[in-house]
Nanobody, 124 residues
Framework: VQLVESGGGLVQAGGSLRLSCAAS????????MGWFRQAPGKEREFVAA????????DYADFVKGRFTISRDNAKNTVYLQMNALKVEDTADYYC??????????????????WGQGTQVTVHS
């Protein structure tokens, strides 16, 4: 599967952005999807994940209540709605995909496919 992110940009603290990740192929619904981020000088970290049907989600503590992951299997797309953005949310955001996960699983690691990333910059 090929993944292409979009929707990044420059936003003021407290603002919102919605990231999208479009996947190729006809088996999108068989993949668990995740969002990760990497800030300059830091390691990549898990942000959120969503199960194959969208019924189960998981979030890193630092985004709970602010970010929402969702997916539209008919459009082969996963989204990350980011609200109440903080300067520390500045990073490159990547979507990722993995197969072979239990029905309601939302792993935080072990993803096999990655997009090229989209940059999010939050200024004060």
């Amino acid at each position: 599967v090929q993944l292409v992110e979009s929707g990044g940009g420059l936003v003021q603290a407290g603002g919102s952005l919605r990231l999208s990740c479009a996947a190729s192929g006809r088996t999108f619904s068989t993949y668990v999807m995740g969002w990760f981020r990497q800030a300059p000088g830091k390691e990549r970290e898990f942000v959120a994940a969503i199960s194959r049907t969208g019924g189960v989600t998981d979030y890193a503590d630092f985004v709970k209540g602010r970010f929402t992951i969702s997916r539209d299997n008919a459009k082969n797309t996963v989204y990350l709605q980011m609200n109440a953005l903080k300067v520390e949310d500045t990073a490159d955001y990547y979507c990722a995909a993995v197969q072979g996960v239990a029905w309601a699983g939302v792993p935080r690691k072990g993803y096999d496919y990655w997009g090229q990333g989209t940059q999010v910059t939050v200024h004060s």
